[in-house]
């Protein structure tokens, strides 16, 4: 089944990899044509790649506003504000800003934009740039249901988002925003592990990252518990469960639960800097 075919401008602020990775996805899912968004960047050869793919490009933040619905602000943390009390004044209840930077609370958010403003705050993550993020979205200011949907629609184009609290973000943060890493970390290691019982090493980083990508997508397409999943492939006396004990021998699983729970922490502390 196809996504909702969106009646709304989109605009951006900010035209980096992950904007870029938004608003192709949005096109090529067919949610919002391309002469239906906007642009700007400080950066010209920015510009020029969204121009690339038919997106209006332009050279200021006011330009954006006037002509969006929806307006992504997706510039480095530390920009967000500056750039939303330049365009404060012509924010109407019309539009509805959408943050991805990192670490900016809803009241911050808030406090740069106006009282009157909706504001979605979502966090997404890395492999947004091939299509496939996990992300996370609360509202904020006068975000109502209608947003929700809206940017559930969105970001349906480029993978899977849910939405929480404010207050689990910092754990979103730990677990998907980090997590890409850890997996990288673990596909890295297989793939080692292939090399040292003899296999190519470019034969043994591709059977390594498509079984980390398939078994994610078993997970997410039966909905059966990974547990189950790996009693399947768990023979008595068998291969697998000799390499399993060697796992929890290591510690693996404690080792990525006492990660994500080390990236929510050091994530509550940025919040408050």
């Known amino acids: ?7 709304k401008r989109i605009g951006f602020i900010g035209a980096g990899q992950m904007a870029e990775a938004l608003a192709r996805g949005f096109i090529s899912k067919g949610v919002v044509e391309a002469s239906s968004m906007i642009a700007t960047d400080p950066v010209a050869a920015r510009r020029e790649v969204f121009e690339s793919f038919d997106v209006k490009a332009v050279s200021t933040n006011l330009e954006v506003v006037k002509e969006s619905d929806i307006v992504f602000v997706a510039v480095k943390p530390q920009y967000v504000g500056p750039v939303l009390k330049e365009v404060r004044g012509h924010l109407t209840d019309k539009h509805t800003i959408v943050s991805i930077a990192a670490g900016k609370t809803l009241s911050s958010l808030k406090e740069a934009a106006g009282d009157d403003v909706r504001i979605v705050r979502v966090m997404p993550n890395t492999p947004c740039l091939v299509g496939e993020t996990a992300s996370a979205m609360c509202l904020g200011g006068q975000a109502n249901d209608e947003d929700a949907e809206t940017v559930r629609t969105l970001f349906s184009a480029v993978g899977r988002i849910v939405q929480v609290d404010e207050k689990m973000l910092s ?8 997590g890409p890493a850890y997996a990288f970390l673990v596909i890295e290691a297989l ?3 292939g090399v040292k019982a003899g296999l190519p090493r470019d034969i043994s980083m591709a059977l390594a990252a498509q079984t980390v990508l398939g078994s994610a997508k078993m997970v ?9 999943l790996k009693d399947m492939v768990t023979s008595p006396g068998g291969t697998t469960i000799a ?8 510690g693996v699983r404690a080792s990525l639960i006492n990660a994500v729970v080390a990236a929510t922490n050091r994530a509550d502390e940025i919040s408050k800097l």
Request: glycine residues 22%.
């Open 191 to 193: 793939a080692d592990g």
């Open 171 to 178: 754990a979103v943060t730990g677990l998907s925003g980090s």
């Open 1 to 7: 089944m196809g996504l909702t075919k969106l009646q």
């Open 243 to 250: 390499g399993y004990h060697e796992l929890e021998k290591g």
């Open 220 to 228: 997410l397409e039966t909905g059966k518990h990974p547990g189950l």
